[in-house]
């Protein structure tokens, strides 16, 4: 009982702390913003909230799960397979605020006439490069496994000087210049794709 007690304590913090992560996360509507030729890319308030509810469904799957392993591995050790999958599924919620606070932590501006980007970092200096350039690979870092359609990524475009990370949930696959983008460096790289557990950025 203990332990059951324990880990319901620790779900409430854990939910606690992720959604006042969300809630300090600045949303955005569908409107395209625009500083004279360039374009930002940005998460919708949609956007972020669906991926946000899928994360922490699959969280309270991990959680259920773990609940049931503490309380029912001593008599049955085979459950304790299921402790790997439960702390996995947990794992999508630290994904999540991670990416949101990278996603809140720079302003992402891309002209697609000049393939020019201007990355506004909060706490560091405004860094610009092109594309074309500039631009020596482009990795893609995504989950190893998709878990109810839920999948964390990030693309790392590596320049001469400097690595730019920049999370998938800014590619908004109903926005011109997100496509653009994307049209852009399938055309001109290779792009290396790298599964991990956890894609922290």
């Known amino acids: 009982m203990f332990k059951a007690l ?3 304590g620790l ?3 854990v939910l606690y702390f992720v959604s006042k992560k969300i809630s300090g996360f600045v949303g955005t509507t569908a409107t395209v913003v625009r500083r004279n030729q360039y374009f930002l890319l940005r998460a919708g308030m949609g956007r972020i909230s669906k991926i946000s509810n899928m994360a922490i469904a699959n969280a309270g799957v991990g959680f ?4 049931i392993v503490l309380i029912l591995a001593i008599k049955i050790k085979i459950l304790l397979i299921l402790l790997p999958i439960s702390l996995y599924l947990i794992g999508q919620l630290f994904v999540l605020t991670n990416h949101i606070r990278a996603t809140k932590n720079q302003a992402v501006w ?8 201007v ?15 500039d631009v020596t690979a482009v990795e893609q870092v995504e989950s190893i496994q998709k878990t109810k359609g839920l999948s964390f990524g990030y693309y790392r475009l590596i320049t001469k000087d400097n690595v730019v990370e920049i999370p998938c949930m800014l590619f908004d696959a109903n926005s ?4 653009l983008l994307m049209d852009t460096m399938d055309a001109n790289f290779r792009i290396e794709v790298n599964k991990k557990l956890f894609p922290i950025i």
């Open 119 to 133: 990355i506004e970092y909060v706490k560091d200096k405004t860094y610009r490069f092109n594309l074309l350039r």
């Open 11 to 13: 779900i409430g913090f």
């Open 64 to 67: 259920i799960l773990l609940v």
């Open 6 to 8: 324990l880990v319901i």
């Open 110 to 117: 891309f002209d697609p006439d000049s393939s020019d980007f």
């Open 176 to 179: 011109n210049p997100s496509k």
